[in-house]
Nanobody
């Protein structure tokens, strides 16, 4: 069982940067692939970014097309934390951001979810 707690959301202006954090419980954090998702009002939840667990295949990251070049997803296994660094924020980035974890290296679904943190970008 993994518990995830997001933090770092808030109200920012367009063009600002923001770093979200997701702290995970447990001693096997490094073995989980971690993802960030978001859900804007009236829209379905969508994928933002993911970073795989460490393995013989290495570590890989993936990003949704609209955030490529503006977002990175570093992880710190010593701190059981994954981050979402967002730069050049746009009003359309406004959403509740969720952290998720999976034991599967390249998951289609994630088993564990956080409660979410609100990000609001004003124009």
């Amino acid at each position: 069982q993994v518990q995830l707690v997001e933090s770092g959301g808030g109200l920012v202006q367009a063009g600002d940067s923001l770093r979200l954090s997701c702290a995970a419980s447990g001693r096997t954090f490094s073995s989980y692939t971690m993802g960030w998702f978001r859900q804007a009002p009236g829209k379905e939840r969508e994928f933002v970014a993911a970073i795989t667990a460490s393995s013989w295949k290495g570590i890989s990251t993936s990003y949704e097309d609209s955030v490529k070049g503006r977002v990175t997803i570093p992880r710190d296994n010593a701190k059981n934390t994954v981050y979402l660094q967002m730069n050049s924020l746009k009003p359309e980035d406004t959403a509740v951001y969720y952290c998720a974890a999976s034991r599967v290296y390249l998951p289609h679904e994630y088993e564990y979810w956080g409660q979410g943190t609100q990000v609001t970008v004003s124009s």
